[in-house]
């Protein structure tokens, strides 16, 4: 069984998808298709899942496709696609190269992340790319206190924090100053978001070692890959592991076409040129 899981905005009637049908149903698998929204879970009978959007809709379904030991192929209907691995034109000949066994499989770390309250654990989630912890209020900052193997780091103040992994280390955590970690080291970043000393900068920590953060004084909200959003108070500990389950993600291309993608995607070491239209601003070149 193959598994279609599309974003809401996809036609499910769009040609890419018909011929992909056909390819499937002519080699004798059977398609199962859903939306992301759907609750219904992966079967485990599934050799593959298919995802149909962006890098949201891959992240969605990361969860449950490491649960279910299922590999995951990613094909990006949206802007960017950095995790994806198929364009829409590419997707019948992804699958060919599948059902032929010409792929590589690609593990993933994912990270568990629970919020105990009194002794009580109250909020669980599991996560490819990260835990943001922000701020409750519009004003002010939250103080958090940090630990890492059961070792106090100390006190922040700050906007929040984020705990990433390799993978979510070219997300939010980019954005906010993080490090970019190439995904095989499968280690955890810790980024402050605008913190008030400015000597707390972001750290790399060995993926064994959990990460423990106290609210001591302050509520806060938080949410993981862009999940549901949890309302924190005072005193809860919001605890960080690594997953006991891998993601495996299907690759056609070789590994060391992650720093194609940083210079592809990200514009990362591009020259900047003149740009013509608006004279006195520079821009990036694109790629060669």
Known sequence: MIVFMR????????????????LLEEAGLEVLESTREDSRAVPARARLLVTLGGDGTLLLA????????????????????????????????????????????????????????????VRRAVGLNELVLQRAAPDGLVRLRLMVDGQEMGQIDADGLIVATATGSTAYALAAGGPILEPSLQELVLVPMSPFALTVRPIVVPRQQ??????????????????????????????????ERRLHMVRFTPPERFYALLR?????????????????????APPS
């Open 62 to 121: 990361a969860r449950m496709a490491a649960a279910r030991g299922v590999p995951i192929l990613g094909v990006n209907l949206g802007r960017l696609g950095f995790l994806t691995e198929l364009e829409a034109d590419e997707l019948c000949s992804g699958l060919e190269r599948f059902i032929d066994g010409n792929y590589r499989l690609d593990e993933r770390m994912l990270i568990e992340v629970t919020v105990e309250r009194e002794g009580r654990r």
């Open 7 to 22: 974003h809401p905005h996809v036609d499910p009637g769009a040609r890419f998808l018909a011929d992909a049908r056909c």
């Open 210 to 243: 959990g990460v423990t953060i106290e609210l001591p004084r302050s509520a806060a909200v938080a949410s993981v890959d862009g999940g549901p959003v949890w309302r924190l108070r005072a005193g809860d500990l919001v605890r960080v592991a690594e997953y």
């Open 264 to 284: 592809q995607k990200l514009g990362w070491g591009l020259p900047l040129v003149p740009t013509p239209a608006r004279a006195g601003t520079l821009e990036l």
